[in-house]
């Protein structure tokens, strides 16, 4: 699969289809997790970067994730396309390495 490895909004690993979210046509997402972006909108379109970090902290903490895991996780939130207010290119399929969601 060529794409994205981790979601543009959260950074969900995108590791599987099912974890996709998906377009207003009900294909795949390239590029978001069904947890934030369903028939080609974003679940919560007023979610803030501050409120994403808090989401993905409480969702690691559930997991039992260490807190090295954690803090990595959520430093990387700001570099993701959705908090760039980039929008990523289109016409991929999940999976494959985007530069940015490498570090």
């Not at 997991?63 to 289109?90: C, F, M, N, Y």
Request: charged share 35%.
């Amino acid at each position: 699969m060529e794409g994205y490895r981790n979601c543009q909004s959260c950074g969900m690993p995108l590791d599987r289809p099912e974890e996709l979210g998906t377009e207003e046509d009900h294909s795949k997402s390239t590029i978001y997790c069904i947890h934030c972006y369903r028939d080609g909108r974003f679940t919560d379109e007023t979610m803030t970067l501050e409120r994403m970090r808090d989401r993905v902290r409480a969702q690691l903490e559930m997991a039992h994730a260490g807190q090295d895991v954690i803090r990595e996780a959520i430093d990387r939130l700001p570099q993701l396309s959705r908090w760039l207010g980039k929008t990523p290119p289109t016409g991929l399929s999940a999976g494959a390495v985007d530069e940015k969601s490498k570090r």
